[in-house]
């Protein structure tokens, strides 16, 4: 791969694996160092759940004195440029002004970390240094949910929605979340162009569910029903099946719950606390991937499927 892009991920160990499954769905991006991945692409950083930053990648080395020295060799000049040092969990323990200093010398013109015409950013790791222009980010799309109007405590965080519908979605197909609770699922997915449909056996989640689309402008399309008995034909299922003291289901009734829900469209990601593999493989899906979800309320899995 020609990787002209690097991108840092934020989140904690809990997220990892989610976190480099949505680089990998978002912009086939591969793992270089701990919370690095690079690309060829250019990903669109605030539809992401967790691509916090990046660099359009100038130079590389596999120590500070390397990659500066490859710095120097392009000849770049800048004016008023400012040098940012991202300190990485697990990067190299090394002063971030003295190493803003050795890639400014090797740099023709003048630093203004006041009002930078030009930012550069170094993620140096035990893997590599890599050096680049950063890449502009305004504020992340799925954090304007965090002021969603009702929530629901087995809920994922908003973040981490995002990047489950940054797995699978795709603008203008139809997303049925079966389970749908405070419709987390749906907004990020409404919000990434999806014409989504919800159901809960709770009525009162329904309401939450309609009230938050409403909120942000997306049309309320929840209803009351059993996922054991919801019909139709989708694009994509998302959902995050009940669990604990509000919502417990006995393992037959979640063996019930997946067994109907796979059969509503060709593919789907479900999250579940429980082993769910059997049942979705006995409702004739294959399993493209298991991400274990931990650290956040609970620990969960996320299973993705297709149907053949
Ligand atoms: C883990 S929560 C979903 C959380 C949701 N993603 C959110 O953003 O709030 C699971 C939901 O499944 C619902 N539920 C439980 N049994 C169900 C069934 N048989 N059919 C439909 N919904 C069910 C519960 O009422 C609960 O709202």
């Not at 490859?70 to 000849?75: F, I, N, Q, T, Y």
Request: aromatic share 6%; hydrophobic share 40%; charged share 25%.
């Amino acid at each position: 791969m020609t990787c002209r892009y690097i991108y840092q991920l934020a989140g904690d160990d809990g997220s990892r694996d989610l976190a480099r499954s949505e680089a990998e769905a978002v912009c086939d991006a591969e793992q270089i160092a701990y919370r690095l991945v690079a690309s060829d692409k250019r990903a669109r950083l605030e539809g992401t759940g967790y691509l916090a930053g990046g660099i359009e990648l100038l130079a590389e080395g596999p120590d500070v004195g390397a990659a500066c020295e490859a710095v120097r060799r392009l000849g770049l000049a800048a004016e008023q440029f400012a040098i940012d040092v991202v300190r990485l969990p697990g990067g190299l323990d090394l002063s971030r002004r003295d190493t803003a200093n050795a890639f400014a010398l090797v740099i023709e013109g003048r630093p203004n970390l006041d009002d930078p015409a030009e930012r550069f950013t170094v993620y140096a790791t035990p893997e590599g240094v890599w050096f680049g222009r950063a890449l502009e980010m305004g504020v992340p799309q799925w954090k304007r949910f965090v002021a969603k109007l009702h929530d629901c405590s087995s809920a994922l965080p908003d973040q981490a929605a995002r990047a489950v519908c940054n797995l699978e979605v795709r603008g203008g197909e139809r997303v049925v979340d079966p389970c749908c609770g405070s419709g987390t699922l749906l907004l990020n997915a409404s919000d990434l162009g999806a014409i989504v449909s919800g159901f809960d056996i709770n009525k009162k989640m329904v309401g939450a569910t309609n009230a938050n689309l409403l909120y942000f402008g997306f049309p309320a399309s929840a209803e009351q029903a059993d996922a054991t008995e919801v019909g139709g034909n989708y694009d994509l299922v998302l959902t995050n099946l009940p669990y604990g003291k509000m919502s417990a289901v006995s393992p037959a009734d979640e063996l019930r719950l997946v067994s109907n829900i796979v059969k509503l469209a060709p593919r789907g990601v479900l999250i579940t606390t429980n082993e769910v593999t059997d049942a979705v493989q006995e409702a004739g899906a294959r399993l493209e991937r298991v991400i274990p979800l931990s650290k956040f309320t609970i620990t969960r899995q996320l299973y993705q499927y297709r149907r053949d």
